[in-house]
């Protein structure tokens, strides 16, 4: 199993301010997150969202694109991790519609797949730059990228140059 974690290089950040999600600190000092996992696969999606909750994480989950575009429009949330293929609404078009509707989630917004070798998936991380794993993935693995995200963000979002 490995994970993959990819965001090209020349990536521009937009400038917005949000009201940050509510942070804790947990035992050994790091912050507890709130994330929100959109999968239709449903043992996955519990055992994700298990271990993140084990780890410390407050983690809420949809089983569809469409659900999970709404809670995400409609929360507050550190980090969204979302499948590439759901039914209904995909994983591409729910984050080209997250990204367009709420632009404050960039840098946040995590994509999971086990389909890199689709032309049309590779178009879609090529032109969108976010950041994406390979599934399948191990979950401790998981959790460093998850951090790493909020780390750059908020490293992001304090710098001199966004202010």
């Known amino acids: 199993m490995h994970i993959a974690a990819s965001r090209p290089h020349g990536s521009q950040s937009v400038l917005t301010y949000v009201t940050e999600p509510r942070r804790t600190v947990r035992d050994g000092g790091d912050e507890a997150m709130r994330i929100l996992y959109i999968d239709d696969e449903p043992s996955l999606r519990s055992l994700v969202s298990e271990f993140l909750r ?14 999970g575009l709404d809670r995400a429009l409609n929360g507050e949330f550190d980090v ?32 999971a797949t086990g389909d890199l070798l689709s032309r049309e998936t590779q178009e879609f991380f090529s032109q969108t730059g976010l950041p994406h794993i390979h599934k399948p993935f191990k979950l401790h693995e998981l959790n460093s990228v998850i951090k790493g995200l909020a780390r750059t963000h908020r490293a992001e979002s304090t710098s001199p140059s966004t202010q």
């Open 54 to 67: 084990m780890v410390g994480h407050e983690c809420e989950t949809e089983p569809s694109g469409e659900a």
């Open 80 to 111: 969204i991790i979302c499948d590439m293929h759901l039914p209904g609404i995909s994983g591409a078009d729910l984050c080209r519609r997250l990204l367009a509707e709420k632009p404050s989630i960039e840098g946040r917004l995590l994509l």
